[in-house]
């Protein structure tokens, strides 16, 4: 859910985060990414409000959502209550969020930024990266930067949530084929994701993905074709850099938004959910 860096009020900005603007066809073009995208994420916010009263033995009061897209899961906790921020690289998925929160009548407090470096106006209780975002941090360093700036983020004892692919579904040996689509008001969207059939190279885990954006729309359809560089981690290579960032112990990782359920190799566990506490 990323894109170009654009000013901000709270987070790093600048050249750093342009090389990270890929899949621009696609991100810039927010409303039809929300057509394809768009989900019941109930179930989801439900999880990280329990873990975090596991973890803590109080209710979460306040959230940041990284590389927010549309802002699913940041507009969802602003009204329950939650004091809200949303950061996403894209400006056009933010104004675009920004809109969306307008119309449902909640607060959330949006910014475009690089997922490194940010500095939010305090601490919250809860950081969370949905959906594979974290892929596009292809080098060690941005990631233990990343955590780092996640860590300094968080209040004592918040927890950091990010979802990946779970490793069966897309490996070093098969990134495999994803699909999403939907429609809405006569405006069909698919989102064709590795139509290249990518590989990941061998010693950097990275892969140079294709997608296409196929929009059908008044009858015509229009193609917007896109590529991006995604990076494949495995489950103990995470728990290494996040020791190596500090700040952050690895709590678990889940295979679904379901309590108890670890990561394995089951049917059940579709996802790799890590959840990480900050050190007291």
Known sequence: MLGASVGSQWGKTGAAGFWMAEFNEVYARAGYYDIAFNRDISREVEFVFSEYQRLNGRALRSLLEIACGPGYHARAFAKKGVETFGLDLRPEMIDFARDKAKVDGIDVHWTAADMRGFTLPHPVDVIITMYDSLDCLSDND????????????????????????????????????????????????????????????????VAEVETILRVVEHGKETLYRDKARERYFSPQELVALTKLAGGLNVVDCYGDFVAGLRMDNSPASRRMIFVLQKQS
């Open 142 to 205: 941005d990631i233990v930067d990343h955590f780092r700036t996640v860590a300094a983020n968080l209040t004592p004892g918040g927890m950091y949530l990010f979802e990946l692919t779970h490793p069966r579904d897309c490996s070093m040996h098969g990134y495999g084929k994803y699909t999403y689509s939907g429609e809405q008001n006569g405006t069909n969207v698919d989102i064709i994701w590795a139509v290249n059939d990518p590989k990941h190279d061998a010693f950097t885990q």
